[in-house]
């Protein structure tokens, strides 16, 4: 299967080629403008070279940040399938409309996030929170770090129908013990665009809630939402650790979760999971992930990524962990 990597040297990029590395089945090439890291040198804003570069290529993996619909629709065009680590929820409503195969939600949150939100409405009823809890000490690429900073301010719309402010809505999760790094905290909303593919596809309401490693910094990011100048003050290094978790849960079923260090490679790893389901699984339409895999298929065998701490877990409601993947 041959694989290009839009952004193959950035953030999500580098890891995620180390991870096709390692795969015989997959010859992966990365693609970005500058022509001395990446395999295949293109200029993403220009269209004609786009569709040189994708052509041959079974499938291509947009993992630069860079959120324009005609990738997707050059991509499926040249016969390739097409697939999104995005987790902004406008471009992801664009991406569902294209006419051909596109896989959307690969990666940490959404990809993670909805795989556990599934699973959860499978065993338990009611509706879904979802908790995403980042490390503020890890450096983030630029992308992710301007789609955080970008939804200051803004607001999405709720599956009750109301205007949800981002970084607002506070809700306190508690988180299992055995998790290194974090403790019980404060969460707040957040736009991450499967709660909605979710919420139509459970046929329940999802909501996504967002939290850093430290109580401080998160109620820091909801402060910001009301005066977003505050963002200046922020230094590029904040304080905490790389470590990230994600939670599902339901009124009644129990709490699952993951965790491990660094997004950044956790999302790769994810993507790359998932890439090789397409070699299976192959898909006329767009498809979110939670549609495609299981939380099974997902995150079992991720030996590659056990030193870094990758864990899943399925936990009773209090807490305590009563099976282990």
């Known amino acids: ?46 269209l004609d070279a786009y569709a040189q570069a994708v052509s041959g290529y079974d499938v291509v993996v947009n993992a630069s940040g860079f959120e324009d619909i005609r990738l997707a629709q050059q991509t499926v065009r040249s016969g390739a399938t ?33 795989v556990l939100a599934a699973e959860a409405h499978r065993l338990g009823s009611g509706p879904v929170d979802i908790m995403v809890g980042l490390g503020g000490g890890e450096l983030h690429g630029p992308a992710a770090t301007a789609w955080t900073y970008g939804m200051l301010g803004t607001r999405f719309r709720d599956p009750g129908g109301e205007l949800v402010r981002n970084y607002t809505g506070m809700k306190v999760f508690d988180v299992p013990a055995d998790v290194p790094g974090y403790r019980k905290g404060p969460a707040v909303r957040a736009d991450f665009s499967d709660q909605h593919a979710l919420t139509r596809d459970l046929g329940v309401s999802v909501r996504t809630y967002l939290r850093l490693d430290t109580s401080a910094a998160t109620l820091g990011l909801a402060a910001m939402t009301w005066v977003p100048p505050l963002q200046k003050m922020v230094p590029k290094k904040m304080w905490g650790s790389d470590r990230w978790i994600t939670m599902a849960r339901t009124e009644t079923g129990p709490t699952l979760w993951a965790s491990g260090r660094n997004q950044s490679r956790a999302t790769a790893a994810f993507a790359a999971r998932a890439v090789r389901a397409l070699h299976d699984k192959s898909l006329d339409s767009p498809t979110w992930l939670h549609s495609l895999m299981e939380s099974d298929e997902l995150t079992s065998g991720l030996g590659a990524i056990d030193a870094r701490g990758l864990s899943s877990r399925e936990s009773g409601p209090s807490g305590s962990r009563t099976r282990r993947r």
């Open 1 to 46: 299967m041959k694989v290009l990597v839009l952004g193959g040297y950035g953030a999500v990029g580098i890891p995620l080629m180390e991870q096709f590395s390692t795969d015989s089945t997959v010859s992966a090439s990365s693609a970005g403008r500058n022509a001395a890291r990446a395999d295949v040198a293109v200029d993403l804003t220009d």
């Open 82 to 114: 097409f697939v999104d680590i995005t987790a902004t929820s406008s471009y992801c409503d664009a991406l569902e409309k294209v006419d051909g195969p596109v896989l959307l939600g690969v990666g940490l949150a959404p990809g993670l996030t909805s």
